[in-house]
């Protein structure tokens, strides 16, 4: 039986303290007067970074002006840099104790299972188009890229795999911060003992610690000790300390998206000023819309909806259509956790989902299941890259593919989250976060588009776990305590 007790509630919309004070949200998807203010902000940031940037172009500015106008956003990337790795690992960690705490075994099982293979597929699809697209591709890249590739011919698909598992279990944690593992191949040629005797080249294989965080390897130890407090949480104190520690870092973040529209505004200015080609960026981000746009829309419009008729036999999109309220909202707010009561309110009124099953699921998937933010993840990971020049190997994918995975779900339900999320990704596998900022010149865009997947996920999550638990459910009865829907609201 799924059992939903008030005091997981309360620690589950504790963590969403900040992000809204009042959860009424109108037609038009806007919170409250601060939402409304901030989402405008960020617009006139945006629209002031491109005309600021294309004018001092025009006027080819001193590379001290330069510096000046790029300033600001440094510093943005510098605080959220600062926060990210914080806010991960205590949302991680508050995320398994909630998913564990008051679940049964059969129904855990279900809703992690759908979590983990869903966001799983988003983040592959994203990473396939983006790597057949190639938005961030240039054509005078061609031989830097080659060149990339002959170093990596040594590079077996062995080290690849086992350094994805050394990773996940990092030596020393604290070093996980800001070092990975990886292994490193080199050809040493070997002179004979004489003049007669050819030469001969050995592949010599060692294990270097370098510069980057090891992302999967905080994940790890995050989601290892959840699942370890969550098992005690009875007599466990970390767990409420954790919650509030992840309370502290989002009114942080909170705090620093207020800053974000000049940072927004002098990243995008100080990007459009140093790009040599701006023909080539603009089509970069051209192709770079358009790849997320696809990719949410195979995975939102095909994947899912032949997961759900798969299980249920039922028409999938008369599920978004009874959640189109919702959906609109999230449009407009481009939070999951602002959205919640509109989402619970879809599933329970229109699509008549058992409340013990949506107060426990839906709240669990605004903080855990996010698939088109871990799509952003992937995508906008390798377009960094292609933009930058640089090849990643297939060790490397991998290594973004299950970053961007894990780190989705350590991803706020608060907008903005995503940009603070990629950072980490970028970090795991060594790419400049420099050309992160030309992103932002679309990412409002790209956000109203992304988010909604994410409540699609979440609806067509509880129906499924619903329709394969609802049997077994109904022959124990209904006795069990639900958390009364003014008590998410309110």
């Given at each position: 039986?799924?059992?939903a ?9 504790k963590?969403?303290?900040g ?30 970074g ?34 990210v ?40 699809i994203?990473?396939?188009l983006?790597?057949?697209?190639k938005?961030?591709?240039q054509p ?22 086992l ?14 911060w800001f ?11 070997q ?20 510069d ?41 973040m ?25 023909l ?7 192709l ?45 707010t481009t939070?999951?956790?602002a ?26 998937g ?22 930058s ?26 907008p ?31 956000e109203?588009v ?41």
């Open positions: 039986m799924v059992r007790t008030s005091n997981k509630h309360s620690r589950n919309h963590s969403q303290s992000v809204e004070k009042n959860k009424n949200c109108n037609v038009f998807g806007f919170q409250n007067t601060k939402d409304t203010a901030l989402v405008i902000f960020t617009m006139i940031g945006v629209f002031v491109i005309t600021l940037g294309f004018g001092l172009r025009q006027a080819n500015v001193s590379a001290d002006v330069k510096t000046v106008v790029a300033f600001p956003g440094e510093i943005l990337l510098r605080m959220l840099r600062m926060l790795i914080p806010l991960i690992t205590t949302s991680i960690i508050t995320g398994v104790t909630q998913l564990s705490n008051g679940q049964n075994g059969r129904v855990g099982l279900h809703i992690v299972v759908y979590y983990v293979a869903t966001t799983f597929c988003s983040v592959l994203g990473i396939a983006v790597l057949a697209i938005p961030g591709y005078h890249q061609v031989e830097a890229t080659d060149m990339s590739k002959g170093a990596d011919l040594t590079f077996s698909w062995l080290d690849t795999f350094d994805v598992i050394r990773n996940l279990f990092p030596k020393n944690l604290v070093e996980a070092r990975v593992d990886r292994t490193k191949v080199m050809e040493v040629v002179s004979g003992q004489n003049s007669s005797e050819n030469a001969t080249t050995l592949v010599v294989k060692t294990l270097e610690s370098a980057g965080s090891n992302a999967l390897g905080l994940i790890s130890f995050c989601i290892m000790l959840g699942i370890t407090l969550s098992k005690n949480s009875g007599n466990s104190l970390l767990i409420p300390f954790f919650e509030e520690l992840y309370s502290v870092f989002m009114d942080i909170i705090k620093i998206m207020w800053y974000a529209p000049i940072g927004i505004c002098s990243l995008i200015a100080g990007s459009l000023v140093q790009v040599e080609n701006i080539f960026t603009f089509r970069a981000l051209c770079y819309m358009t790849t997320m746009c696809v990719g949410l829309f195979i995975h939102s419009m095909v994947v899912l909806p032949l997961l759900y008729f798969a299980v249920t036999r039922k028409n999938p999109y008369k599920v978004y259509a009874a959640s189109l309220h919702a959906l609109i909202a999230v449009f407009g939070s999951s956790a959205t919640l009561p509109l989402t619970i309110r879809c599933a329970e009124e229109k699509l008549g989902i058992d409340k013990r099953f949506t107060r426990v699921m839906l709240p669990l605004a903080t855990i299941n996010m698939d088109g933010t871990a799509m952003f993840q992937g995508v906008a990971t390798i377009t960094i890259a292609q933009m020049g640089i090849s990643l190997s297939f060790g490397k994918v991998i290594t973004v593919w299950i970053t961007g995975t894990l780190a989705g779900i350590g991803a706020a339900a608060v903005g989250s995503g940009m603070v999320v990629v950072l980490f990704v970028l970090q795991s596998v060594g790419i400049p976060i420099e050309a992160l900022g030309i992103l932002y010149t679309v990412d409002w865009i790209v109203r992304r988010t909604p997947v994410n409540i699609m996920g979440d609806q067509i999550g509880v129906c499924i776990v619903s329709h394969i638990n609802q049997g077994s459910d109904d022959k124990q009865g209904s006795s069990e305590e639900t958390v009364p829907l003014e008590d998410i609201v309110t």
